[in-house]
């Protein structure tokens, strides 16, 4: 819609060549599973080899013998392009998994998936991180010993995470200046803290 002029501004994980790229927060990628799931924490490597269908067993991380009901995103949806690339899976994704749109019914799906420890699903850690706060039976696992958390992201010890950006035409335009400049004043990084990480302190 940028390229075409239909849109001003768009926010993206991804840059696009012939696109302006402005970074103004950051994201992770949660690891969400069921609270009662017996594993404690998984490698970066170990994430790539459960959504690819390397790992298929709990059992193989620490937990029950227990078959892994991988939960994947549409391919039109920006995450499942950033967390396959950063994982090194891109197109590999295991064709048992379900893919679902919606964070909220990946939640339901997760939360009530029999037996109950099996699903394990990604999702924007700000999402993530709402959900275990506001009590729902679910958890976000470590990751190479590093707790997903809004300071790990920021400082870049979690390692899945990514740059929330805006892109806009190359050419100047007075009105997409202004906003980036707001989108990264105090009052604009404020604003975006109620969704993602702030780029600025």
Do not use: C
């Not at 899976?89 to 019914?105: F, L, N, P």
């Amino acid at each position: 819609m940028v390229k075409s002029g239909q849109a001003h501004i768009a926010v993206t994980g991804t840059e696009t060549a012939d696109l302006s790229a402005t970074p103004i927060a950051w994201d992770g990628f949660g690891v969400l599973v069921h609270l009662s799931n017996f594993t404690k924490e998984v490698t970066k490597q170990q994430v790539a080899d459960i959504f690819s269908g390397k790992i298929t067993l709990w059992s193989e991380l620490g937990g029950l013998e227990t078959k892994i009901l991988v939960i994947d995103r549409p391919r039109n949806q920006n995450i499942r392009d950033t967390f396959e690339s950063q994982l090194g899976i891109a197109g590999k994704i295991t064709g048992a998994a379900r893919v679902i749109g919606s964070d909220e019914q990946v939640v339901k799906t997760v939360v009530g998936t029999l037996p109950p420890l099996s699903a394990v699903a990604y999702l924007s850690l700000s999402q993530g991180l709402s959900v275990v706060s506001s009590g729902v039976a679910v958890k976000l696992l470590p990751i190479d010993k590093v707790e997903p958390e809004a300071p790990t992201v920021k400082d870049g010890r979690y390692p899945l995470r990514r740059r929330v950006l805006l892109l806009s035409k190359k050419e100047p335009h007075p009105l997409t200046e202004a906003f980036t400049r707001f989108a990264l004043s105090p009052a604009g990084q404020q604003l975006i803290a109620e969704t993602y990480i702030p780029i600025k302190e």
